[in-house]
């Protein structure tokens, strides 16, 4: 066993990561509110695996907001399509700078940002910022073992999965086995090359439809990367 040549990396502080299709900014009550509130009202199903909401009215949701805006252990981002108002946030949360990992999390995207370069481009700003600006060795996904969605984006995004953590919390009053991801910074390099790839805008033709996809993209980089 050989030691590390390490430092402690640093911990995530407000940032704005601007990029072709979104940009990230700090999650902020007085300015993000009313614009999140268009985007989810009336969608109770995007809380479903979420430890909050949903919300019955909009003041009762800015409050939950500006709890996070404050918040001393995670780091809240709101995601701001370019053309567009804010359609959601992500958090920078479970941060262990001394050991280099960090998680993604309490991921909230409006039904309009699903499935759009936006959305994808969101959670590689956040990955690149993690790697390749504040030096961690380790970005981790978890999520509800029940929720498929956030399973599949996961390994979309590049994250392998780890395995399962048999009753591991308790939310909204239910038992919640907790399914493991993470992205190391070895692994990086050819996930960036994969997000770069699939965001450049020759990969959708004249109906904004992608080519080819992030995961093809990615195969064919870590099979670079062996050669």
């Not at 970005?139 to 399962?164: D, H, M, V």
């Not at 692994?187 to 450049?200: N, V, Y």
């Not at 109906?207 to 870590?222: M, P, S, T, V, Y």
Request: aromatic share 12%.
């Amino acid at each position: 066993m050989q030691p590390l040549n390490w430092k402690p990396a640093q911990p995530p502080g407000p940032v704005t990561l601007r990029g072709r299709y979104v940009t990230l900014e700090p999650l902020d009550a007085a300015h993000h509110t009313a614009a999140l509130w268009q985007a989810v009202r009336g969608r109770d199903d995007v809380w479903t695996w979420l430890p909050d909401g949903p919300f019955v009215t909009e003041a009762e949701f800015r409050a939950a907001i500006e709890k996070k805006q404050h918040g001393e252990s995670s780091v809240f981002l709101g995601v701001v399509p370019v053309g567009a108002d804010a359609q959601g946030y992500a958090s920078f949360m479970r941060i262990d700078a001394a050991n280099g990992a960090i998680e993604v999390g309490n991921i909230l995207f409006a039904p309009a940002l699903q499935r759009t370069r936006a959305a994808t481009e969101a959670m590689y700003l956040m990955a690149s910022h993690v790697f390749d600006h504040l030096g961690y060795r380790r970005y981790e996904w978890k999520c509800n073992a029940l929720n498929e969605p956030s399973r599949r984006a996961a390994q979309r995004f590049g994250f392998t999965f780890e395995g399962i953590f048999r009753q591991h919390m308790v939310v909204k009053g239910f038992s919640r086995d907790t399914a493991w991801f993470a992205m190391l910074d070895s692994e990086w390099p050819a996930r960036r090359k994969a997000f770069e790839s699939w965001l450049d805008p020759s990969n959708f033709d004249e109906r904004g439809a992608q080519r080819r996809g992030l995961i093809e993209f990615a195969a064919g980089c870590a099979e670079a990367g062996d050669r």
